[in-house]
């Protein structure tokens, strides 16, 4: 391991490791670009630029093994070698190795094996043309040494004038201090133009053999080595011109070769380099943004702790609920002080204040969201992956990929996501042979998709495979003691097919590294039932299945409509309802033990949230309110006893031990004090469904409720204590 010896060796560290991972991914996404298409030139110069990035961070933080790794990586990439191994396999195996260091890095275990990976490099440099093989001192040919940034830098310099130069100088082997001495030839090289870029960095293992050395300067090619040889320092020294002279624009397009380009082609000369691909330099980037050049770019991005956001969320909401209390005292004032000048100034700040902090609420719920893109791309390596495991062919096809998620919420579904698109490759997608004779095309397609509904963000993953059998679901559940046959017979589709949600099921006949252990779906629900989600799954033998996370809102600042049920205070999100209706108790009508209502033309099944009146005045027919809300692509009606207006209400989840019941997704303290429970729209929906009209029409959630409300008096002690 590579101690860091410095005081900001941890930050730069964790830093370090943070970066690194999103290297790792890109190396990952250009893999798998470069597996589909293997001649794309412009897909390897991207993967020498990450591993170029891995190289020189991981040098910077101390990480010797890993830099030298990547740095050999970077060469080997660099060679036009014709090798029987696709590249990208190359670049997956180099992913998972650089993976499996970091983790031992971070852990402080043994490094990891790292043969393959060499071996792999060295079939790359082994099979190199001889015009690019590596020279005496184990190094590729300069044409292939720098990178393509580096070469800009070269270009750059050519456009005040400079010409560029290829040094290679020996260190004397009996020289006791190889690294002084390069620090010495770079130093003399400095007076006489300018340092751009050498090779290898210090501290890596060929340190104290020779140094190479991009150079830009006015002087000429013997006057630029009579500096080098540097008495009982440097043994060898040698200066070439390079063919590729700069061009004159800071930005460089591939529209057309440029004249370095087409004079290295005429003289059948190798050219120093990739073609550039539409890049600008730094100091084109700050003219481009109106600056005068003489300011470095600064990256525009601070890295901040997530529980200093959550803090600062917290505190929004205190300000939302001190604002609901100083609204609520305003609205008290006495009749005859409505149009006192003072009440109207108070007004008017009061006005100001709420613009003021809805603005800063909005910004700093930002902060927290990031697209949903950022989890998603993991998954086209890990179907890769799974479906070479399981001899299948998948593609994966992202949807939604710019949908905002709560940070939080994004990593609490990274697991169940990983679980579903792992039963896809291995469950869903059938062999090619046997999609095939079902006139499907040979590549199975996995697709992820998210889009925000109502006050919900939903989540789906679905398959083109062979669905899900609920007859073979059914079988298995008896068989695993999970079900009864009595049971099952009375059990509709959607029911039979909740069972792959239970612990233990799977109907995989054998056990392998992707299937047949009974865990994963099972996962997948207890996640969601502790967000307060719901997941469906719909599936069609045959033709595919589709998964579909649904997530309430569980920490957020939302408008929302207030109610009472049974005298106690309820809310729900302002954008779920789709009207509010007023009608009679006869409108209501019973089928099959339910209560439905018609609204216009469609049939309403109606929600009754309380108990009916046990005692109705007689030739009475009172008048009740429905809140029509909708869940997913379905609509119910609530039956509550009364309105309570719209407020601002700040969302705070509730702990299993103040309130037992996934039917409420928080709670919430208004202006007065008053203590206000939020339900959860999709799990009463889900208990509603699930409900046996035998307990009496309304009865469950009527004590259901009854037994929450009692929790608020908890809670407002807990806040108001």
Known sequence: MSPFSDESGPELRALFFETAQELLQSLNEQALKLEKEPADKQTLQELRRIVHTLKGDAAATGFRELSELAHQLEDALALDADVARPLADVAFTAADTFGAMLEAYRIGSDLPAVAPLRAMVKELAEAAPPNQKADAS?????????????????????????????IRAVIDPRCAMPIAARQLVLQALAEVGEVLAFQPEVGS?????DLQVLFASGQTS???????????????????????????SATVTTASPTEPEQKAASRKEPYAGPPPQKIQTPAAQ???????????????????????????????????????????????????????????????????????????????????????????????????DIAKQCGRQVEVVLQGQDTDLDKSLLDAIADPLTHLVRNAVGHGIEPAEERSRAGKPAHGTIGLNAYHQGNQVVVEISDDGRGIDTRKVTACAIERGLLNREAAAGMSESELLEMIFRPGFSTAEQITEVSGRGVGLDVVGSVLSRLKGTVEVESDPGKGTR?????????????????????????????????????KESDLHQVEGREVLQL???VLPVIRLGRPSQEPAPHSD?????????????????????LAGEDELVIKPLDDQTVETDLMSGASILGDGRVVLVLNLPAVVERFTKWRPEAGAGSGFGLLLARVARAQTAIAGEVHP
């Open 622 to 642: 009172p008048k009740i309110f429905v809140l029509v809300v909708a869940v997913g692509d379905r609509r119910f009606g609530l039956l509550v006893d009364d």
């Open 222 to 248: 013997d006057d630029i080595a009579r500096k080098c040889r540097v008495p009982t320092v440097i043994s060898e020294a040698s200066v070439e011109a390079l063919a590729a002279s700069p061009v004159r």
């Open 600 to 602: 216009r033309d469609h």
């Open 138 to 166: 184990g190094r590729p040919a300069k044409a292939s040494l720098w990178t393509e940034y580096e070469l800009l830098t070269l270009r750059d310099a050519g456009a005040r004038g400079l010409h560029g130069y290829h």
């Open 547 to 583: 998964f579909r996370l649904r997530l309430p809102l569980t920490l957020a600042i939302i408008q929302a409509l207030l109610f009472r049920v049974q005298q106690q205070l309820y809310a729900v999100p302002l954008n779920a309802v789709a009207e509010i209706s007023r009608r």
């Open 205 to 209: 293992a060929a340190s104290a053999k």
């Open 286 to 384: 700050e003219d481009s943004r109106g600056n005068n050049g003489s300011h470095a770019h600064v990256e525009n991005i601070l890295r901040v702790d997530a529980e200093r956001i959550d803090n600062m969320i917290s505190l929004v909401g205190e300000l939302i609920i001190g604002k609901s209390m100083l609204q609520q005292a305003l609205n008290e004032f006495a009749p005859p002080s409505q149009k006192d000048p003072m009440r109207l100034r108070f007004g008017d700040v009061m006005a100001f204040q709420a613009r003021a902090l809805n603005d800063l609420q909005r910004a700093v719920m930002k902060v927290r969201m990031v697209p949903v893109g950022q989890l998603f791309r993991r998954f086209p390596r890990l179907a890769r």
